[in-house]
Every structure is written in structure tokens, then in C-alpha cells.
């Protein structure tokens, strides 16, 4: 009967492993800071850091220095919140889709800042203060241009009235299109933020994402936050990745087999083989966030094994994949099948699979074997318990 240990070995041999190197991570988030010249580099973790763990990932970047933090929700605030409260309690976190109604005093409770984006939350906001007798911290998003969220500029003489009642800690937009550089629309939207913040009062100011912090004379203002960058994917499309990658994805063989030519593979019969084929099939899949459109459109997804770039063929199915190893080196069962990493990025999978590297990384799911990497050790995580190097 096998130890603990050694049953989690085989288990782990056995999965889809989704690496993060945590080191990585935090040396894009400084090379990020230094290109601010100045201004404060926060780190946008929502969505469980883009997939990859936000405990994991909080603790690295607040041990490379960064002090504020974004989240979408309020429960993604209270979870990062509790991860972060022995090593970075200070750390401030903000929640980028503003004040959950009748919800405020949860946001005081776990220390969060709401960004208000509306007439409605900032008066629910400013009541909740004045009845709580205390100029709680709040930030307001203004809209320039994204008809999303965000204060209208006929709102701003309001909301100037009722900050009266809490504390304004930051004015910020976001960019419709910072990724196109040549964009005319980017230009607009700085315009557009200088003359709301011109009606506001003195505060700081933020505006730059990822590849905002790329643009020609970029706006860096008070603070930036990046997030995709953080996480290796590339902020300038079209020009060479300037972060260092931070995800490794590997998938097992489960099964070889040879196939005659006519013969078909996958869901509804899809493709069919045109000459005796090769197939391998690997265990991953759409529930694991490998997307079903990678088997959709007119260009196969690669992955890459045995020394060579190998097409999926059929149609990617719910936990089962299958790989035409047809022109490549011996491959056998047990073997690993590179999805993400030195071969493949995040951003040339998503161009595949007709998405963007934003969709890869949040979709990336729960059943992989999750080991976090930092110089020398490692933290493997597995059905949400932590096993550190030392202890193995």
C-alpha cells in the first residue's frame, strides 16, 4: 500500500499540470514598476489571478513590493483580503466593480475601497459615511469612452457635492484600445480624463493598464495597474513579448493508436483521416478550459510533442483531446504534451483557438495538478491543500 506521498506522486503523474513560476510573476511586476517611472505599479488579480491562484500569486507580488491591489468583486476582495492578512495587512484593494448595494459595511469590514462608477453608489456610499460618522476611502471610475461603467461628465458636478462625505483616494478610466498603439481613440480618452479631473477635486489618478503602459508618451498619472502582462501575456501585440513567461501547461497521453486512412476521430465525425494517421490522446479538455473553438474553425490548435508542433484533431471534448502525432518522434502512453510554454504562448494558443490570451488563462480549470515554482522550491497545491518542497 502506497505512503500519502507516494499516492499523490502517482496522482500527480497522472494530470494535466498547470506550472506557474511565481519568480516570473514578480519580475514582470518589477520590470512593470521600473517602466512607471515613478508612479506606483499595483497588480490587478481578479478573476483568481487570471486563473493561476490569487493566494499564490498576492503573496509573490507583495513580496516583489507591490502595495494595491484590484478585484472585480466584493467576495474576491474578502478572499484576497484573508490571504494577504498576515504579510501585506496594509495592502490596499481595490473593487473595480464598485459597491455591491446595501453592501457597504462589508466593504469596511475587510478594509476593501469600493470604485464608484455611478450617481446611485456614490449616494449610497456618502450616506452609509455620514451615517457610520467616519470619511471612509473610495475611489471613482470615470467612463471616457468605454460605456460600461463609469461616471458620465454631467454626473461629475454631483459627485462632487457628495464626496463630500467620504474620502476620495483615486480617479481612474480605463482604455477602449490601448493594445492598437496607433489608435486615435487613445489620445481621446487621456483628453477626456484630464478635463474630468480638471471638475474633480486634487487626487490621485490612474489610467494606464498593460499595454497602456506601452503606449507612446504613456499616461502613467499617479498609479498603473496591470494585469495580463503580470501573467506573461504579451501587452504589444505584434511586437516581441517584453514579459518573461509564468505558465507552463503540460498534458498526459493516455492512449496511442494507428488509424486507416477514411477512418474518423472525435464527436460527429468531423475529420477524417486522409492516410494512415498516428493519433494520441491526451486528457484534456473544454472542462479543463481548453477551448472547444480550438477544433472549430479552419486552423487546427497545436500543441507540441516529441520535438514537433502536432495538430488537435476531431473536436476537443469535455475531458478527452486528440493529437495527430502522425510526423513526430516516438510518442507513448504516460508521455507529456506541451500546451503552454516555451513552444507555445498564451497569446499564440488564443489567436488558434480564435479568442484572446485573456479567455486562456481565466478559463484555466480546477482539476489540474497546480505546482508553483519560485527559485528553489516549490509549492505543489492539489484538491486545495499545500504541500511546500520542504515538507515532501
Same mark, same amino acid.
Given at each position: 500500500?502506497?505512503?500519502?506521498?507516494?499516492?499523490?506522486?502517482?496522482?500527480?503523474?497522472?494530470?494535466?499540470?498547470?506550472?506557474?513560476?511565481?519568480?516570473?510573476?514578480?519580475?514582470?511586476?518589477?520590470?512593470?514598476?521600473?517602466?512607471?517611472?515613478?508612479?506606483?505599479?499595483?497588480?490587478?488579480?481578479?478573476?483568481?489571478?487570471?486563473?493561476?491562484?490569487?493566494?499564490?500569486?498576492?503573496?509573490?507580488?507583495?513580496?516583489?513590493?507591490?502595495?494595491?491591489?484590484?478585484?472585480?468583486?466584493?467576495?474576491?476582495?474578502?478572499?484576497?483580503?484573508?490571504?494577504?492578512?498576515?504579510?501585506?495587512?496594509?495592502?490596499?484593494?481595490?473593487?473595480?466593480?464598485?459597491?455591491?448595494?446595501?453592501?457597504?459595511?462589508?466593504?469596511?469590514?475587510?478594509?476593501?475601497?469600493?470604485?464608484?462608477?455611478?450617481?446611485?453608489?456614490?449616494?449610497?456610499?456618502?450616506?452609509?459615511?455620514?451615517?457610520?460618522?467616519?470619511?471612509?476611502?473610495?475611489?471613482?471610475?470615470?467612463?471616457?469612452?468605454?460605456?460600461?461603467?463609469?461616471?458620465?461628465?454631467?454626473?461629475?458636478?454631483?459627485?462632487?457635492?457628495?464626496?463630500?462625505?467620504?474620502?476620495? !483616494?483615486?480617479?481612474?478610466?480605463?482604455?477602449?484600445?490601448?493594445?492598437?498603439?496607433?489608435?486615435?481613440?487613445?489620445?481621446?480618452?487621456?483628453?477626456?480624463?484630464?478635463?474630468?479631473?480638471?471638475?474633480?477635486?486634487?487626487?490621485?489618478?490612474?489610467?494606464?493598464?498593460?499595454?497602456?503602459?506601452?503606449?507612446?508618451?504613456?499616461?502613467?498619472?499617479?498609479?498603473?495597474?496591470?494585469?495580463?502582462?503580470?501573467?506573461?501575456?504579451?501587452?504589444?501585440?505584434?511586437?516581441?513579448?517584453?514579459?518573461?513567461?509564468?505558465?507552463?501547461?503540460?498534458?498526459?497521453?493516455?492512449? !496511442?493508436?494507428?488509424?486507416?486512412?477514411?477512418?474518423?476521430?472525435?464527436?460527429?465525425?468531423?475529420?477524417?483521416?486522409?492516410?494512415?494517421?498516428?493519433?494520441?490522446?491526451?486528457?484534456?479538455?473544454?472542462?479543463?478550459?481548453?477551448?472547444?473553438?480550438?477544433?472549430?474553425?479552419?486552423?487546427?490548435?497545436?500543441?507540441?510533442?516529441?520535438?514537433?508542433?502536432?495538430?488537435?484533431?476531431?473536436?476537443?471534448?469535455?475531458?478527452?483531446?486528440?493529437?495527430?502525432?502522425?510526423?513526430?518522434?516516438? !510518442?507513448?502512453?504516460?508521455?507529456? !504534451?506541451?500546451?503552454?510554454?516555451?513552444?507555445?504562448?498564451?497569446?499564440?494558443?488564443?489567436?488558434?483557438?480564435?479568442?484572446?490570451?485573456?479567455?486562456?488563462?481565466?478559463?484555466?480549470?480546477?482539476?489540474?495538478?497546480?505546482?508553483?515554482?519560485?527559485?528553489?522550491?516549490?509549492?505543489?497545491?492539489?484538491?486545495?491543500?499545500?504541500?511546500?518542497?520542504?515538507?515532501?
Amino acid at each position: 500500500m502506497q505512503d500519502g506521498a507516494g499516492a499523490e506522486n502517482v496522482r500527480a503523474a497522472g494530470q494535466a499540470t498547470l506550472r506557474t513560476d511565481l519568480g516570473a510573476l514578480a519580475e514582470n511586476w518589477r520590470r512593470l514598476s521600473a517602466r512607471a517611472e515613478g508612479a506606483e505599479c499595483a497588480a490587478v488579480v481578479k478573476a483568481d489571478a487570471y486563473g493561476l491562484g490569487v493566494a499564490p500569486a498576492a503573496f509573490a507580488l507583495a513580496e516583489a513590493g507591490c502595495k494595491t491591489f484590484f478585484v472585480a468583486h466584493l467576495s474576491e476582495g474578502e478572499i484576497l483580503r484573508r490571504a494577504l492578512w498576515d504579510t501585506a495587512a496594509q495592502a490596499r484593494i481595490f473593487v473595480l466593480n464598485g459597491l455591491s448595494p446595501a453592501g457597504s459595511r462589508l466593504y469596511v469590514q475587510s478594509a476593501l475601497i469600493p470604485v464608484l462608477g455611478s450617481l446611485p453608489e456614490i449616494e449610497e456610499w456618502a450616506d452609509f459615511c455620514h451615517a457610520d460618522g467616519a470619511l471612509h476611502p473610495a475611489a471613482l471610475h470615470i467612463d471616457t469612452g468605454m460605456n460600461r461603467l463609469g461616471l458620465a461628465p454631467a454626473d461629475l458636478n454631483r459627485a462632487c457635492d457628495l464626496m463630500r462625505a467620504f474620502t476620495p !483616494v483615486l480617479a481612474m478610466s480605463h482604455f477602449v484600445s490601448s493594445e492598437d498603439m496607433s489608435a486615435p481613440r487613445n489620445r481621446l480618452q487621456i483628453d477626456r480624463f484630464e478635463q474630468a479631473r480638471a471638475k474633480l477635486p486634487p487626487m490621485p489618478a490612474s489610467l494606464c493598464n498593460s499595454s497602456g503602459m506601452f503606449l507612446e508618451d504613456a499616461p502613467f498619472f499617479d498609479l498603473c495597474r496591470p494585469g495580463y502582462a503580470l501573467y506573461g501575456g504579451n501587452p504589444t501585440p505584434g511586437s516581441d513579448n517584453p514579459m518573461r513567461r509564468v505558465v507552463d501547461l503540460s498534458a498526459v497521453v493516455l492512449q !496511442v493508436r494507428d488509424i486507416a486512412a477514411g477512418e474518423t476521430a472525435g464527436y460527429n465525425a468531423r475529420w477524417t483521416a486522409p492516410s494512415r494517421r498516428r493519433l494520441a490522446t491526451i486528457n484534456l479538455g473544454y472542462a479543463d478550459g481548453f477551448l472547444r473553438s480550438g477544433s472549430e474553425g479552419p486552423i487546427a490548435v497545436d500543441v507540441f510533442v516529441g520535438g514537433h508542433y502536432c495538430p488537435i484533431v476531431g473536436r476537443i471534448s469535455m475531458d478527452l483531446s486528440i493529437v495527430d502525432i502522425s510526423e513526430t518522434g516516438p !510518442v507513448k502512453r504516460g508521455d507529456r !504534451v506541451e500546451i503552454l510554454g516555451p513552444n507555445i504562448e498564451i497569446d499564440d494558443l488564443a489567436a488558434q483557438a480564435g479568442t484572446i490570451g485573456y479567455e486562456i488563462l481565466t478559463r484555466l480549470g480546477p482539476r489540474f495538478h497546480r505546482v508553483y515554482e519560485r527559485s528553489d522550491e516549490s509549492v505543489f497545491i492539489q484538491n486545495d491543500t499545500a504541500i511546500s518542497s520542504s515538507s515532501m
